[in-house]
């Protein structure tokens, strides 16, 4: 029984396409991210957020938009996808933005051709 | 600016002897640190954690230390095992983390040879 979970596992699109990730977590926690892990393993977090509302921003292009349709679920689109995108996103959350341990999901490793 | 750094990618070991993993930070403003382990296709897992009030903490075979001096904290896995095989990320928030966010290092692949 997964306790976060990201769809899909794999993505391969080619440049312009727009593309979403979908997360779920079953573990009840208030507050999820979104994070990307780029080619040199370096791991670094774009969205937060704590009960569907957006709690951390960070300079991420307009491209992205994160979307919560409920606490137990963040998803990510991306629209006009460029070379850069290319990465492996992570999904992640903790049971309240005071939390410090945060769960992660396996991740979606996204390949713009 | 990364922040936080792991400057050793790779770090090779014997089953049964200590593992050293390091990382180094620049933000003065960090109180909070945490130790992640990933395995393959695997997202991190959480590990162990440390408080800048404190400068060691100990869960069976894993313990931190942190050296606010010296802005540097390393885990100490003993006696480390095959299974410990797996890349460790350091990670830090800093005061006040009203958004709970964390800054993420680069990782070290840990093996440990049977």
């Known amino acids: 029984d997964t306790a976060v979970s990201q769809t899909p596992k794999y993505l391969v699109t080619q440049m312009g396409n727009d593309k979403s990730i979908k997360c779920e977590q079953n573990?009840?926690?208030?507050?999820m991210y979104w994070y990307k892990q780029d080619s040199k393993k370096f791991l670094k977090i774009m969205f937060s957020?704590?009960?569907?509302?957006?709690?951390i921003n960070e300079t991420v292009p307009n491209r992205f938009s994160p979307k919560s349709p409920d606490k137990a679920h963040l998803n990510l689109h991306i629209n006009s996808l460029e070379l850069g995108d290319s990465a492996v996103y992570f999904c992640?959350?903790?049971?309240?933005?005071?939390?410090?341990?945060?769960?992660f999901g396996p991740g979606t490793r996204l390949t713009v051709t | 600016d990364q922040q936080v750094k792991q400057n050793s990618p790779s770090l090779s070991v014997q089953e049964g002897r200590i593992s050293i993993l390091n990382c180094d930070y620049t933000?003065?403003?960090?109180?909070?640190f945490l130790w992640y382990k990933k395995y393959p296709a695997e997202g991190p897992t959480f590990l162990i954690s440390?408080?800048?009030?404190?400068d060691k903490n100990e869960d069976g075979r894993f313990t931190v230390f942190l050296n606010k001096s010296a802005k540097h904290l390393s885990l100490h896995i003993v006696p480390s095992q095959p299974g410990d095989s797996a890349v460790y990320f350091c990670?830090?928030?800093?005061?006040?983390?009203?958004?709970?966010?964390?800054?993420f290092g680069t990782g070290t692949s840990l093996t440990v040879i049977p």
């Open positions: 573990l009840g926690h208030d507050t």
């Open positions: 990670a830090a928030s800093a005061y006040p983390n009203t958004g709970n966010q964390f800054y």
């Open positions: 992640a959350s903790s049971q309240n933005r005071l939390t410090y341990e945060q769960y």
């Open positions: 933000n003065s403003m960090f109180d909070y």
């Open positions: 957020y704590n009960n569907k509302e957006l709690i």
């Open positions: 440390i408080s800048s009030i404190k």
